[in-house]
Each structure stands twice: as C-alpha cells, then as structure tokens.
C-alpha cells in the first residue's frame, strides 16, 4: 500500500544550525502534508502543513517545502534551540481517509 | 478543559484481561483517532470516526480491539484478552471545527503495560 516514510532516522545538530528533517510520501493524491513534533512523554503536536497545490510555506522559524515532482518533503528549522529536540514525524491526509503519519525523525540538538 | 483527555494516564494490567481506554475530544471536532505507539517507535493507526460514518477500523491488529465513539463525542478502545505484545502508549486524537482535518489534537495517551 502507499505509505509516508522518511530519510533519517536521526539527526543532530549544533544549536543555532538550521535544521533539515526530510520525508519521502508515494501518495500523489494528498490533499494535505503535515508536521508534527513529539516531545518526550507527550501526544504529537501540529507544527504546520502545507496544501498540495503549493510547494512552499514559512512559519515562525520554520519553513516547509513540497516537491510534488519527486514525491518529498521537507522540514527547515532556522536556528535550532534546545527545546526543538524531540521526534519529527511528517502525515499526509486526502479527502476522508485516515491522516498517516511516518516513521519519524529524532532531533538532537547540541548545546 | 479545551484540550483532548485521555484517562486513564496509566494502566498495568495481567495478561488475559480486558482493558478500556476513554478519549474526551475536544467539543465540536467530528473526527476522532485512536493510534497506538511502542517504546521508540511510530504512530500505529488503529482506527477513525468521521461524524455519522462508519468508522475506519482498517488499523485495527485483532478481533480482540474494538472501539465505539458514544454520541460523536466521547470514545473507549477496548482490549480484550490482553497479551504482553498490547503493551504500548494508546493516543487519542481529535479534529475538524474551524481547525481542519488535517490539524490533529492529541492527547497524552495512555501508558497500558500487560504483564
């Protein structure tokens, strides 16, 4: 079956760095694709999405692109903190199925 | 409060016995999720309520899970016959009003250990 999964299991990175989380998804027909962050001991958290029919969006130090040629996505966060360390996990949605969500990816940010 | 609640936080159970798992949404969002996640691991989707459809319990493992949504609000994930390979963090999630769908809430789960 289609499913969302990613590059890197692990990451880490020198605080202030920008950080690079990436995902590869096979389902061309997404409507939405999605970050979400998972701190240690809590339910993931929404962190921002991007529309289908877009290929870029920025948030408050974090960027999100789309590259629907190549089926990736990606997650950039600029000057990486301390409290961005914890587990990154991408989601695609389409129409009324289920939200999928991918492997994850563990941020460690070095002091 | 406003947020999605999970009870009970933590569960220890003896293999064989059933357990049930209870989700508040937050009030409004149609749609409700129950995953399941084991140490160091990703979200298993278990299954999905959609307002007045019929769930999508593609997810499910066993004949042993089953859920109800009572009311389009509040949830329970029953586990019968519970075996050690159950033990994981069940999260509930919820969704829709003016957030969207793709915007997920979720609780803090529930720490279930078979022993």
């Known amino acids: 079956g289609e499913s969302v999964g990613l590059h890197l299991p692990t990451l880490s990175v020198q605080e202030g760095d920008n950080s690079i989380i990436n995902c590869a998804y096979s389902n061309s027909a997404s409507d939405y694709f999605i970050w979400y962050k998972q701190e240690s001991g809590k339910g993931p958290q929404f962190i921002i999405d991007i529309r289908s029919n877009m290929d870029k969006r920025q948030g408050q130090r974090v960027t999100v692109l789309l590259n629907k040629t190549v089926k990736h996505l990606s997650l950039q966060i600029a000057a990486t903190q301390p409290g961005d360390s914890a587990v990154y996990f991408c989601?695609?949605?389409?129409?009324?199925?289920?939200?999928?969500f991918g492997k994850g990816t563990r941020l460690s940010v070095i002091a | 409060g406003a947020g999605v609640s999970q009870s009970p936080s933590n569960k220890v159970t003896e293999k064989g016995k059933d357990v049930e798992l209870r989700c508040d949404p937050i009030?409004?969002?149609?749609?409700l999720y129950w995953y399941r996640q084991s140490l160091g691991q990703g979200l298993e989707f278990l299954i999905y309520f959609q307002g007045n459809s019929a769930p999508d319990k593609s997810g499910l493992p066993s004949d042993r899970f089953s859920a109800e949504r009572t009311g389009g609000s509040v949830s329970t994930l029953t586990i019968q016959r519970t075996q050690q390979e159950d033990s994981a963090v069940y999260l509930c999630a919820s969704a829709g009003g003016t957030g969207g769908y793709e915007k997920l809430f979720f609780g803090s789960g529930t720490q279930l250990s078979v022993l």
């Open positions: 009030s409004g969002h149609t749609a």
């Open positions: 989601a695609e949605i389409s129409g009324n199925t289920p939200l999928v």
